[in-house]
């Protein structure tokens, strides 16, 4: 199973370098911190590290805005800690994924500055995608696309004489100004900055909003776009060509380095062409993440995966949270609708922890059993929940401000990960440390630290641990197929070769246990030889 490229059955930790370990004491994560705990992600059995962006930053959407690509943040370091953090990681067996934002810069950016600074109609201008506004005086945006973050897409600068200008396309929040990808110069520039981290060891890169770079001609109006693709501003046609552009930059390396693009598209075949072979390696399954806790729909989507990647040849990727989404524990959880994916709907309802929890292990055991690469969000495998309850004033996401609160935002996902200790910063900082923690830590995580969980064979720690080091061990287990095996309605039961099973129990009764000679690992404790609802067991078949 784990022969072939590394990426077709990695297990890629997620480090938010903001939230993981804050070495400096100023109440900030930073890459000290993930140096002194790279131990953690080694023992935990994964095999590569994706860190957000650590890049030079005004941290207006934490790092995902970028002011130098090729330096790091002092906030998190020095270009030489990051280096020092890579040679570091490889000795320890693990392979450093950075992070890269091609669709949007900081408006603090060089470049940026200087196309405000050279008004309108400069060369200079030209890398973004500046235009004057509609109305009388200007004062409408240019289009009707709204930005993620609430509002229009828009911002308008004052010019350099004094008066209001022009409006610049951002996507996202006004501090993140879109690239003009048609521009040569930011072609060159970013297959410049792919060089720069190749050269300095990265084994690949995470592409943020990689369906955004290339925008429908003329900035046409939602109603006048008449594309093929659900939005103007995303998945052009003319996205392809820039990839494959970028794979023939990577693939000049030691065909070791991976691309994994971030993109949300529902449409099995749209989605399939960022994985041409001479595109893109891999891709986040996002559909699997929001799948409801359902065994239809888990096997649709899961079923639904498969195909499509296999049409291209690309490895399936299984997701259950990141640093954008709601925790799963808190989406399996959710007690007046069963599921919940949509934070804004679904904020603050009632969520019951112990049944969040018991899915939680449940769907970890399932996704490391299915063919394909596995990603960890710090803090899954400690069972954390999303923090629902931070006050709207200590909120710092700038989805929150942008859609004046309508949006919780992403701050819930993002508290410092909790080490030890019994109490606030439980470790995440120095005991002298300056600061507290940049979002509050909840008063009751004494029992979900790192170091509460480790030696209990209870905890999700542990059962994450185990659960790795047996995919490691087992060939059944990594790239390959799966055959789905009859199975009573709401399990499902499928084998991985070599009399591998997985059967995972999404009904609200016990299930029978397909027949077995070994049982390796369950997610629970089974109930007089039977499998408990929300439950996943991994067992040696009877051939
Ligand atoms: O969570 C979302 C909005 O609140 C998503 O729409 C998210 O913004 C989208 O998936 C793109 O995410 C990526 O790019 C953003 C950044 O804020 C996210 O953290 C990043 O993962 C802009 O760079």
């Known amino acids: 199973p784990h022969t072939g490229a590394w990426w077709r059955d990695a297990v890629i930790y997620q480090v938010y370098p903001r939230s993981f370990a804050d070495a400096d004491g100023d109440g900030v994560g930073d890459i000290a911190g993930i140096r002194a705990r790279l131990g953690h992600i080694r023992e935990l059995g994964a095999d590569a590290v994706w860190i957000s962006p650590w890049y030079v930053s005004p941290m207006a959407d934490h790092g995902y805005d970028v002011a130098d690509y090729r330096d790091i943040d002092p906030l998190f370091g020095t270009r030489a800690d990051a280096e020092a953090l890579i040679a570091e990681a490889r000795e320890a067996g693990l392979r450093i994924v950075v992070d890269l934002v091609p669709n949007h810069c900081s408006d603090r950016h060089p470049w940026f500055r200087a196309a405000v600074a050279a008004g309108p109609g400069s060369p200079e201008r030209e890398l973004f995608h500046f235009r004057p506004g509609r109305g009388e005086g200007g004062e409408l945006p240019p289009n009707d696309w709204p930005s993620n973050f609430g509002g229009p897409a828009w911002s308008r600068i004052t010019e350099p004489d004094g008066r209001p200008g022009e409006w610049y396309l951002r996507m996202f929040a006004a501090g993140q100004p879109d690239w003009n990808w048609d521009h040569p110069a930011v072609r060159e520039e970013f297959a410049s900055v792919l060089r720069f981290w190749l050269d300095r060891g990265v084994a690949g890169f995470r592409i943020d909003v990689a369906d955004y770079l290339a925008k429908a001609p003329g900035l046409p109006d939602r109603a006048e776009y008449t594309g093929e693709s ?23 390396y030691d065909g070791e380095r991976v691309f994994v693009a971030e993109l949300w598209n529902d449409d099995p075949v749209r989605f399939a062409r960022y994985l041409r072979p001479d595109e893109l390696h891999s891709a986040f ?5 929001q799948a409801r806790w359902d065994a239809r729909a888990m096997r649709e989507v899961i079923d639904a995966t498969i195909a499509e990647h296999a049409l291209v040849g690309a490895p399936t990727t299984w997701v259950l949270s990141n640093h954008d989404t709601t925790r799963h524990v808190t989406r399996y959880g959710r007690v007046e609708t069963g599921y919940g994916f949509n934070r804004a709907e679904l904020h603050g309802t009632p969520v019951d922890l112990e049944l969040g929890t018991r899915r939680a292990r449940a769907a970890a055991l399932l996704t490391m059993a299915l063919p394909g690469c596995v990603y960890i969000y710090q803090g899954d495998e400690l069972g954390l929940w999303e923090v629902e309850d931070i006050p709207m004033e200590l909120r710092q996401d700038p989805a929150v401000v942008g859609t004046g609160g309508a949006d919780p935002g992403r701050d819930g996902c993002r508290v410092p990960i909790p080490w030890d200790g019994d109490r606030a910063p439980y470790g995440f900082s120095p005991p002298d440390a300056d600061a507290g923690p940049w979002l509050p830590q909840p008063a009751d995580w004494k029992a979900h630290t790192v170091a509460a969980q480790t030696g209990d064979p209870d905890s999700s720690l542990e059962l994450y641990r185990r659960a790795l080091a047996v995919r490691r061990a087992e060939p059944a287990l990594g790239d390959g197929t799966l055959t789905w095996l009859p199975a009573p309605g709401g399990v499902l039961s499928f084998t991985r070769g070599q009399g591998l099973v997985c059967t995972v129990n999404l009904s609200g009764e016990p299930a029978e246990l397909p027949p077995h000679t070994e049982l ?4 629970g404790p089974l109930d007089h030889g039977l499998l408990p609802p929300d439950t996943t067991v991994w067992l040696r078949g009877a051939e």
């Open 230 to 252: 659900r939005d103007p501003w995303s998945d052009q046609d003319a996205v392809h060509e820039i990839y494959r552009g970028w794979r023939r930059v990577l693939d000049s």
């Open 520 to 523: 390796l690992l369950t997610s």
């Open 285 to 289: 399954n996002f559909p699997f993440l």
